[in-house]
């Protein structure tokens, strides 16, 4: 093996001018290889890794808590599905905005998956029941034989063991608990609300995939109205979908899928459509009641880029800072 000639440029280096150099790296307020990183950490945050004894399943829990003093009955606490995604733009965009008095001050919890012996899959949290045999053939990326049908399981994860968790880290107010979910997440959001409406009092589901199993989340209204014909309290509710989730942007490209894969099932998702579907549904019941409930398309995104575009309209109908639903 022959030896590499050294390039003109560097061969033409001094002595005097490597230690020169050399010294300049070392010098107070620069890097060096000597240097090791550490770890990072967000501030006002706390963190919990468990394995779940209810489904088996492996979380990362993390916390925001506001500096504020929290109102006498507890801190409103907004839950984060895929916080791995999502928590750290919530918590900072709380953190802000309520330092600014725009929206009220609240603790942000997010909920992802952990690094235990059985990390939790949000397909199987997130979904009620198993796809159709329909969609089987028409959904090319939904992944080979993913679990389905946990979400009342994972709903009860959060109750028993999350909530407990966060509310040891802070006062908060259980009747002002709010649940955050994106695509699947807010499926999710939208079958507990359904199914289970005494869980939470606020309901953000954003882009919700509504269109799973046959659209059987629909079918559930029913059973929501008779479970909350005699409450109360006020129940809350947004509904968001970005205004190009039924087109492919450009470039996109999900897996092997072709391009006239992707259209037919974009076709059969219908997100937009689908989404104004369980508005329309819903909003009588909701005006009947007098309970606050929005509904908004983000015009120009895309499903993956409308959390970003969401997330203060959103924080404005949970947590306005005079006590009034502003409504999108």
Known sequence: MSCQRVPRPFRSYSFAALLALTSCLACPGMVT????PIAASMASTRQRDFQSTINGEAYRIQVFIPHHAPPPGGYPTIYVLDGNALFGTFAEAVRNRSQAGEIE???????????????ADRTLDFTPKDLTAQEKAIIKDYGPNP???????FLQVIQQEVKPWAAAQAPL?????????WSLGGQ????????????????LALSP?????????????????RLTAQRSDTIRLIIGVGGLEEQAPKGMRIGQMSGTELAEELRYVRMVGNAQDMAAT????????????GFQIFEGQ??????????????????PIDGHDPGP
Do not use: C
């Open 33 to 36: 290889a000597a240097e090791a």
């Open 105 to 119: 001050p609240a603790v942000v919890v997010g909920i992802a998956s952990g690094d235990g012996t059985r990390p």
């Open 147 to 153: 679990p389905y049908g946990g979400a009342d399981a």
């Open 173 to 181: 107010d259980p009747k002002r608990d709010i649940l955050f979910g």
């Open 188 to 203: 999710f959001v939208m079958h507990s609300m359904l199914t289970h409406p005494d869980t939470f009092k606020s309901w």
């Open 209 to 225: 995939s509504l269109w799973r199993s046959g659209r059987a989340v629909f079918s559930e209204v029913p059973q929501f109205q």
């Open 282 to 293: 819903l909003r009588p019941y909701f005006a009947a009641r007098h309970w606050p409930m």
């Open 302 to 319: 895309t499903h993956n880029s409308v959390p970003w575009s969401a997330i203060n309209p959103f924080l404005d109908f949970a947590l």
